[in-house]
């Protein structure tokens, strides 16, 4: 079984550029999540959804942050205009529902630097 | 808001040593997972706890919940090198909306080195 694809695997820009990041989740997975992990710290939800609705962007910043969920599969993470303390990895993970027992799976990861 | 604390935050230890990494967290949630990142690398899932009293093991490692207290351990029996990373436990907050999944919490994790 195939697990959950990100693009690109590192990214570098300049303060103030856009950029995007893009995660197709394990097939049949409901839910996606988007996670910030700033090196050292533990992963930090930004964004989850259920199919392509938005279940919680409480800790997303939503000024510069933005994700979607088109069609309730891939889901592509924007950030505009990015700044330095945005230099993270940035990993997408999908699940099954709740009642079905299982964890979040992950995938590698988009490191950004932004200079 | 949910707070998840792991303890300690870094280890070293000996090979061949036994020791206990320690998760709390602060509001009820019945269900945990212990991950395992590797440096560099993404996170791969070591257990689901599921409910209180549940005991999980694999090789050198064992993970227990206590939902009541609102702690998960993390034990490591006679370490050896291949153990060292970095451990998270991450806790499961149920969402108060009908039909949608929980949202999950990490904590800071615990960056285990072993000396051989």
Redesign the interface.
């Known amino acids: 079984e195939a697990g959950v694809a990100q693009s690109p695997r590192y990214k570098i820009i300049e303060k103030r550029q856009s950029v995007a990041f893009w995660c197709n989740p394990i097939s049949g997975h ?2 996606l ?1 988007w ?1 910030q992990q700033i090196l050292g ?5 930004l964004i ?1 959804f ?1 199919n392509n609705g938005v ?2 962007d409480s800790q997303l910043p939503k000024d510069r942050f933005s994700a979607e969920r088109l069609k309730g599969v891939d889901s592509t993470l924007k950030i505009q205009p990015a700044k330095l303390e945005d230099s993270a990895v940035y ?1 997408c ?1 999908s ?1 099954l ?2 009642a079905l ?9 988009t490191r950004l630097t932004v200079v | 808001e949910l707070k ?1 604390e792991q303890n300690p935050l870094f280890l070293s230890m000996q090979e061949g040593k036994n020791y206990t990494i320690y998760c709390n967290y602060s509001t009820t949630s019945d ?1 945990l ?1 212990w ?1 395992r990142q590797d440096p560099g ?5 070591l257990f ?1 706890l ?1 409910s209180n009293g549940a005991v999980k093991q694999e090789g050198r490692l064992m993970a227990s919940l206590d939902t009541k207290a609102r702690l998960s351990t993390l034990h490591i029996t006679a370490a050896v090198h291949d153990l060292s990373a970095t451990y ?1 436990c991450a806790v ?1 907050l149920t ?1 108060p ?1 009908m039909n ?10 615990t960056r285990l080195h072993i000396l051989p």
């Open positions: 409901a839910t999540y996670y710290q533990g992963p930090k939800l989850q259920q279940v919680d990993l993970a699940s529902p709740r027992n299982t964890e979040a799976f992950f995938g590698q990861g | 998840v269900r997972y991950y690398k993404s996170l791969e899932s689901v599921l998270f499961d969402l909306i949608r999944d929980d949202k999950i919490i990490f904590g800071k994790g």
